[in-house]
């Protein structure tokens, strides 16, 4: 998998986010609060870029959320502390691979 097809399903993981609040889907200019070794905020271009670790090598779990606190345009995003590998060994590799969504409580 490339970065462009990694940017693309992490769109789809906040489009489905937003779903599951019940909030419009992501604005291409939309905001991640990305949660990364610190916490930073980016556009989801430069987040793609950050979490993107290669084409066979990803994060097991990125949970995706819309962000509880700062509301419905911020999305909040965690990649998880486990040993990367290939995409058949993340969170949901049949579906939405390494993403996590994230729903309201």
Not at 3 to 20: C, H, K, Y
Request: net charge negative; proline share 10%; hydrophobic share 35%.
């Amino acid at each position: 998998m490339e970065l462009e097809e990694f940017t693309l399903r992490l769109r789809e993981a906040m489009n489905e986010a937003a779903v599951s609040y019940g909030v419009s889907a992501p604005s291409p200019d939309a905001m991640i609060e990305l949660h990364l070794e610190g916490t930073y905020d980016r556009s989801i271009p430069e987040a793609a870029r950050q979490l993107f670790l290669g084409e066979d090598r990803f994060y097991k779990c990125i949970d995706v959320s819309v962000h509880p606190r700062r509301g419905p345009g911020i999305f909040f995003v965690r990649a998880s502390g486990h040993e990367p590998g290939p995409w058949e060994t993340s969170l949901h590799p049949e579906t939405t691979g390494p993403f996590n969504i994230m729903t309201p409580a």
